[in-house]
């Protein structure tokens, strides 16, 4: 495949030298942007867009042709493993994720099965082929998936959840059986990485967005044990190029250092962390990823050119950072304030470089 063009992600996640910040954004395709409303109406639901990988690939590339970032990333949901699995996702407008057949009884936990990617999941592998081909080399594609633990959550939970009460009674009352969960999620999640990678994706990244709800222990046990488990699983290099990959716990400034010892290439930090703390604690192990507040983003230039200096000072001088939001942009966000972010990123950070 045409080699990339603009290298910039890769290599400070790789904590190489980059002339500048380079910055993309989680949930970057999404609904802040007409054009992807527009195409989630075309293709009928949000479910429909994502297994169909002719506009899976249009949405993925809408981003980059409004604003200079430094990569794409496929898109997609991280609930498409539980998916496969049988559970039967579907999304309820305004309420986000549901599965009809949500974890209960212990004899469907003990029949869980990892599914095949290329058999069940052939969808996204067809979507990151897709965007790779049509990305021709401008920016890297970054494939995804959920946590093994936070995959658990919605599938013991039936859905999103204010207090996780089915999984926390699962962990204390039958630890065995989350654990159990939580092994066949692990050979899931690195499988399906492993395939997206295989497919093209040049930078995965794992999205442990409910590992931040447990205590310290429990996240030890039940979340931190299983990410080290698919990063040391994790396809390292790929044609002779590094595939770099990123842990994001959210609510997880409390374990950077050993989340940082996971081996693991880079950190996502959520907006509660100040990343210059951050960078002294994990002391150059991994880079950083973040991590400015979605919120500013809807408080217009002045607020958002504040907020991305900032962030930048917070870092300091040096390479391996990518800059990011500290959690996936808000559907509220008008797109010309993207603008504004992207645009002081790649005017203010050259200076830190």
């Known amino acids: 495949m045409t080699k990339l063009k603009n290298d910039t992600l890769i290599r400070a996640l790789l904590r190489q030298p980059t002339a500048y910040t380079p910055v993309w954004l989680m949930r970057q395709a999404g609904r802040y942007l007409p054009e992807y409303n527009q195409t989630r109406a075309r293709a009928g639901s949000f479910l429909a867009l994502c297994k169909n990988p002719d ?21 997609s949901d991280i609930l498409t493993i539980p998916d496969a699995m049988g559970l039967g996702l579907h999304f309820l407008e305004g309420e986000g994720p549901r599965f009809e057949r949500p974890l209960r009884e212990e004899w469907e936990i003990r029949n869980l099965q990892v599914p095949d990617p ?71 999640v690195t499988a399906y990485l492993n395939a997206q990678i295989e497919a093209g994706a ?8 409910w590992g931040g709800i447990l205590g310290t222990a429990e996240f030890h046990e039940f979340s931190l044990r299983y990410l080290q488990r698919v990063v040391n699983g994790l396809t390292r290099e790929r044609r002779g190029e590094r595939i770099p990959n990123i842990l994001f716990t959210k609510g997880g400034g409390g374990w950077l250092e050993e989340i940082a010892a996971s081996g693991c290439d880079a950190l996502g930090l959520d907006w509660t962390v100040d990343i210059g703390l951050a960078r002294q604690r994990v002391g150059g192990r991994v880079a950083l990823q973040g ?25 300091g001088k040096g390479d391996g950072h990518v800059f990011n939001l500290g959690h996936g942009i808000s559907q509220y966000t008008p797109p010309e304030n993207v603008s504004v972010l992207v645009e002081t990123v790649r005017d203010s950070s050259p200076a830190y470089h």
């Open 55 to 75: 506009l899976a690939t249009e949405v993925t590339l809408q981003p980059l042709a409004r604003y200079p970032l430094d990569a794409a990333i496929v898109f």
């Open 118 to 188: 290329a058999e069940h999941l052939s969808y996204v592998l067809d979507t990151v082929r897709q965007a790779r081909r049509a990305l021709d080399g401008a920016v890297p594609l970054i494939g995804f998936s959920g946590s093994p633990f936070t995959l658990a959550c919605y599938m013991i939970e039936g859905g999103g959840s204010s207090d996780f009460r089915a999984v926390k009674t699962l962990l204390y009352r039958r630890p065995e059986l989350l654990h159990h969960i939580l092994d066949v999620n692990c050979r899931a």
């Open 202 to 209: 040049q930078a995965v990244m794992l999205f442990d967005t």
């Open 291 to 315: 991590n400015l507040d979605p919120a500013v983003l809807l408080a217009g230039p002045d607020a958002i050119r504040a907020g991305v200096r900032s962030v930048l000072s917070a870092y």
